[in-house]
């Protein structure tokens, strides 16, 4: 059984910053890939930044540039750094993993199994 905890959601301004953080409990696998998501009320969950095992890290386009995603395999924790923060930014924000690493794009929620609870982040302009 694996379990993931989110935390670090804010309120801020526009042009600010938040710092996630995913605290993985359980058995990890060798090979794995951790995935960032948001959700909008209303609207499919959307990946926003992912990396695996072998270090490799896929952006989504609308986050390229002000979001880095990182892991620390020793505490088991990911971390997602955003910056420069825009209103279109606010939503939950979830982090899950699987088993085998990432082919080259973005995966899709469907994939994975072991989900955080979210953690809520609003950006006001």
């Known amino acids: 059984q694996v379990d993931l905890v989110e935390s670090g959601g804010d309120s801020v301004q526009s042009g600010g910053s938040v710092r996630l953080s995913c605290v993985i409990s359980?058995?990890?696998?060798?090979?794995?890939?951790l995935t960032w998501f948001r959700q909008i009320p209303g609207k499919e969950r959307e990946a926003v930044a992912a990396i695996d095992s072998g270090g490799t890290r896929i952006y989504a386009e609308r986050v390229k540039g002000r979001f880095e995603i990182s892991q620390d395999n020793a505490k088991q924790t990911s971390y997602l750094q955003m910056d420069s923060l825009k209103p279109e930014d606010s939503a939950m924000y979830y982090c899950?993993?699987?088993?085998?690493?990432?082919?080259?794009?973005?995966?899709?929620?469907?994939?994975?199994?072991?989900w955080g609870q979210g953690t809520p982040v609003t950006v006001s302009s």
């Open positions: 899950a993993v699987r088993w085998w690493p990432l082919r080259g794009t973005l995966p899709d929620p469907g994939e994975f199994v072991y």
């Open positions: 359980g058995k990890m696998y060798y090979e794995y890939c």
